[in-house]
């Protein structure tokens, strides 16, 4: 179940794409609040699957190997979790 997004009260899901040394990493925030707990595991874990790359879950940011921020922009808005409006991107 996808939560009501007129909601003003929601913040933005803020990609955030840094890279330390060689390595880039994506990391996700606030996307909690657009995702049901039940389903936040399973997110994750099918947006792994589909890329291929290791991650991780901690305090409720989602970091992944990898610069993948076209991916999860269209991953979010195709599985209606959130609109163009709702995102927002940081980093390189």
């Known amino acids: 179940m996808n939560l ?8 933005k899901i803020t990609i955030h794409v840094t890279k330390d040394k060689n390595k880039v990493k994506t990391q996700i925030y606030n ?3 657009y995702i049901l707990n039940d389903n936040y595991e399973k997110v994750f874990k099918d947006m792994k699957k589909k890329l291929g790359c290791g991650g ?3 305090d409720n940011i989602i970091t992944l190997q990898g610069d993948h921020k076209e991916f999860i922009i269209n991953y979010l808005t195709t599985n209606k979790y959130a609109t163009q409006d709702n995102i927002e991107i940081k980093g390189i």
């Open 4 to 11: 009501d997004l007129t909601n003003q009260e929601l913040k």
């Open 31 to 33: 996307l909690e609040k």
């Open 56 to 58: 991780a879950v901690q």
